[in-house]
């Protein structure tokens, strides 16, 4: 005989066999309820039941006989029933799940689906499927519905605001973990309701806690006011923005826009990094309900914010086409981030010799220099509309990637006026934040002068390439084209041309505490004034201007050590990477920095 005791304390539920029956090994006999829980107590061998020692509702203690058991060699062990059933086969209960996941992917909204055809748009689902690796993306509150409860019928809500409108998760772009996130414009305009902003706050602490980066795609209308089932005035208190914010200078947050962005959409973008956006992008921080309502008139959502206005004042880092465009422009961003590459091709670099005219009056393209110099096809441009006397750009060189800051001679001379201090200035925060060495290529006649440029408060916008400059954490190398005139310069060096780990010239460099010309003027006026004869005048200013252009020549300059070379243009790639292995590697860090990159 066999008997099947009690494992634990607790009473009768159930008594599933009967005196004479054939039981297997491993069938259920009886259930015993303990502390609110169900256990199933089974056989131990096959055998016939001669003796039920229990009762329904009876309390037995561990040990305590339920079942007796007559082992018989006749009765055949077989495989539990659920053991039986097929590896695929659907539970009710896991059934009902996926349907409700089902409802809110594109294939059951074929009507949402169409809307965005006939705008020329992907689905948010669409764009997050494009940029993660194939089936890396792990979605956060995919079965979250709009905090309506009060004012429509759940089964509504189920089919209209799935996943309250924000579709969340991490998965991987390129193999690298990175927080993905999309309004989705097809539910409630892609507002931002009550319920996504809690996803917003789950997503932005995990992205601190796992240091992940962010790329969040944000066209929406800003705040949803029909939202019912909340407590509360204003929504003031809600977290998301400042959690964001917090982000910035932690880990890089990626902004990608196609349509309309207004208001708190707006704000979310305007605190990325780097803002990508589609040429049929409108942002602006109200949309026309807000507009109207401010009492400013009655505008149509195409007139706020165009790329017309958004790209030259400096608001979109980089305009795209597409929304195809726009992911394959966030995946090649987040790739200066990730460390060197393996493998890279480059130019001759004998081409630099020729870029820059040896007549010291002729323009040049100095994106030339950048595509150059940089392993091929790694050059990035941000910001190109804006700011244009200053280039910035991401870049590798030798599969490492650098930050480039050059001026651009195609614009003021390559003075620094205020839109481009700024430009230089917050790029060269990014690139120290995330541990990226910067490389100047500075061809300046100095900072820009006059009564319109001090209209534009340039004592201020320019001094901070002074302040942000001697903040650097991060290699500063300094390359000097041409000119290297007055303050503009020391700000292309940091603030002083000892503050890079080397300051070197090409051949066609010249320097000088200011530009030549208003240095002759300002220096000799006294004589210049002596002489009456105009002609013979402008002999002597132009002697003057050549012979203090003699004076200020790379190979001179060299020859007092204010510089640490005059060196062959092909030479340049061999100087930065030698100085990138002098330096020491960037130590692993916990936390930011610097306290944040500045918006502007």
Request: proline residues 5%; charged residues 25%.
């Amino acid at each position: 005989m066999l008997t099947v005791g009690s494992p634990l304390h607790g009473t009768i539920v159930s008594i599933d066999v009967g005196e004479g029956d054939l039981v297997r090994a491993g069938q259920q006999v009886v259930v015993i309820e303990s502390m609110k829980m169900q256990h199933p107590v089974e056989a131990t061998a096959a055998g016939f039941v001669r003796k039920i020692d229990v009762s329904v509702t009876d309390t037995v203690v561990p040990g305590q006989a339920l079942v007796v058991l007559e082992e018989s060699p006749v009765a055949e062990e077989g495989e539990r029933p659920e053991d039986t059933r097929a590896p695929d086969h659907l539970r009710s209960d896991l059934a009902e799940v996926l349907e409700r996941h089902a409802l809110g992917y594109d294939e059951a909204r074929p009507d949402a689906v169409e809307r965005r055809r006939r705008t020329g748009q992907r689905t948010a689902r669409e764009n997050v499927d494009d940029l993660c690796d194939d089936g890396s993306f792990v979605e956060y509150g995919a079965l979250v519905i709009a905090a309506q409860r009060r004012r429509r019928d759940v089964d509504e809500l189920i089919r209209r605001t799935p996943a309250d409108g924000l579709v969340g998760g991490i998965g991987t772009v390129d193999g690298h973990r990175t927080i993905v996130m999309s309004y989705d414009y097809t539910v409630l305009a892609g507002t931002q309701g009550l319920q996504n902003h809690r996803k917003k706050d789950r997503l932005f602490e995990l992205a601190e806690t796992l240091r992940l980066p962010i790329v969040f795609f944000t066209e929406g209308g800003g705040g949803r006011p029909g939202d019912t089932d909340g407590v509360g005035v204003s929504g003031l208190d809600c977290m998301a923005f400042s959690l964001f914010a917090g982000l910035s200078g932690l880990v890089p947050l990626v902004g990608v826009n196609s349509g309309y962005c207004f208001a708190g959409n707006a704000a979310i973008l305007g605190s990325c990094d780097v803002v990508i956006a589609t040429a049929n992008s409108n942002i602006g921080m109200g949309g026309p309900a807000m507009i109207e309502g401010g009492g400013l008139g009655v505008h149509p959502p195409e007139d706020i914010g165009p790329m017309e206005v958004q790209v030259p004042n400096g608001v979109v880092d980089i305009a795209v086409q597409d929304e195809a465009s726009a992911v394959e422009t966030a995946r090649r961003y987040l790739s200066y981030f990730r460390g060197s590459v393996g493998a890279w091709d480059e130019a001759d670099q004998h081409h630099l010799r020729h870029i820059v005219p040896q007549d010291r009056l002729r323009t040049y393209d100095v994106r030339r220099v950048l595509d150059a110099m940089a392993d091929l096809g790694s050059v990035l441009e941000l910001r190109a509309g804006f700011g244009t006397g200053m280039i910035t750009a991401l870049a590798r060189v030798g599969g490492r990637p650098v930050g480039i800051i050059a001026n651009n001679p195609a614009h003021l001379g390559g003075a620094i006026d205020a839109a481009a201090a700024d430009k230089a200035a917050r790029f060269m925060q990014l690139c120290d934040a995330f541990d990226l060495p910067i490389v100047s290529l500075c061809d300046t006649p100095g900072i820009m002068v006059g009564p319109e440029s001090e209209q534009q408060a340039s004592v201020r916008h320019c001094a901070r390439m002074f302040v942000v400059g001697s903040t650097l954490t991060v290699p500063l190398l300094t390359i000097v084209l041409r000119k290297g005139y007055g303050l503009g310069a020391q700000a292309m060096a940091g603030g002083s041309f000892k503050s890079p780990i080397f300051t070197v010239a090409w051949p066609t460099g010249e320097f000088g505490g200011m530009g030549l010309e208003g240095a002759v003027r300002l220096g000799y006026r006294r004589e210049l004034d002596a002489i009456d004869d105009p002609e013979r005048r402008e002999q002597a200013f132009q002697e003057m201007v050549a012979a203090m252009y003699r004076h200020g020549k790379a190979l001179n300059t060299a020859s007092y050590f204010e510089i640490d070379d005059v060196i062959d243009p092909a030479e340049s790639r061999r100087w930065i990477t030698a100085a990138l292995d002098s330096a020491p590697p960037p130590q692993p860090r916990t936390g930011k920095k610097r306290p944040c990159i500045d918006t502007w």
